[in-house]
């Protein structure tokens, strides 16, 4: 069954440093796969997606995200974190197969502190 | 362009009252999926339409739920009658039908059940 894993349920960083938030997806085939940010009261904004070709895949307010096939992992970076990025992130693969269902799997989501 | 709209945003009732929550998607988008996030539970996915038709009820709770979409540019969770641990925000995501396609997301309905 598909499944995804964020192992960290918090991180904290200080404001300007970089930032990685890590993945993982249990797929049989090629997988579709997002990560979504969600600010306090509003709903998942999707960041970046992932479909095939370029294994970095660049998305809005400076993140990118890597697939790495042989580690089934599909983390999220910024190079220099900003006080706004303060929110919870959630990493999410599409399943089925071939197209056959358009459902997402979500993570249980990262919640990102970022200190002054 | 106008993104998912959800109303109520902000609904307060007592246990055993009827709750209709209300979704509007993108227009042009024929996939709609509830959500329902909870602290304890995180974000489960309760039920899915593909162009109106009900694909996965699966994560429905029990009978008390229930949704319908009428046409492409509505659908309803109706909670009846609905318990004090129904109190959850939930959310509202439409697609374009494609696999693989990602949802976009309403700005949700926070739900207290007195």
């Known amino acids: 069954a598909q499944s995804v894993t964020q192992p960290d349920i918090h991180i904290t960083v200080s404001e300007g440093a970089s930032l990685e938030l890590r993945c993982n997806y249990s797929?049989?085939?090629?997988?579709?796969l997002f990560w979504y940010v969600q600010s306090p009261g509003q709903g998942l904004q999707l960041l970046l997606k992932?479909?095939?070709?370029?294994?970095l895949v660049q998305g809005i307010k400076g993140f990118e995200a890597e697939f790495k096939r042989s580690q089934s992992s599909f983390n999220l970076r910024k190079p220099s974190v900003h006080w706004s990025d303060a929110a919870e992130y959630f990493c999410a693969v599409g399943a089925g197969y071939g197209g056959a269902t358009n459902k997402l799997i979500f993570g249980t989501g990262t919640l990102l502190a970022v200190q002054p | 362009d106008a993104g998912v709209i959800q109303s109520p945003r902000h609904e307060v009732t007592e246990m055993g009252q009827e709750v209709t929550l209300r979704c509007k998607p993108i227009?042009?988008?024929?996939?709609l999926f509830w959500y329902r996030q909870t602290m304890m539970r995180g974000l489960e996915l309760l039920i899915y339409f593909n162009n109106n038709v009900p694909i996965d009820d699966s994560g429905m709770p029990e009978d008390r739920f229930s949704a319908k979409m009428p046409n492409a540019s509505f659908s309803t969770l109706k909670i009846q009658p609905s318990e004090p641990r129904d109190s959850a925000v939930y959310f509202c995501?439409?697609?374009?039908?494609?696999?693989?396609?990602?949802?976009?997301f309403g700005d949700g309905t926070r739900l207290s059940i007195l």
């Open positions: 227009s042009g988008h024929n996939s």
């Open positions: 995501a439409s697609s374009f039908r494609t696999g693989g396609q990602p949802q976009h």
């Open positions: 992932y479909f095939s070709g370029d294994t």
């Open positions: 797929y049989g085939a090629t997988p579709y």
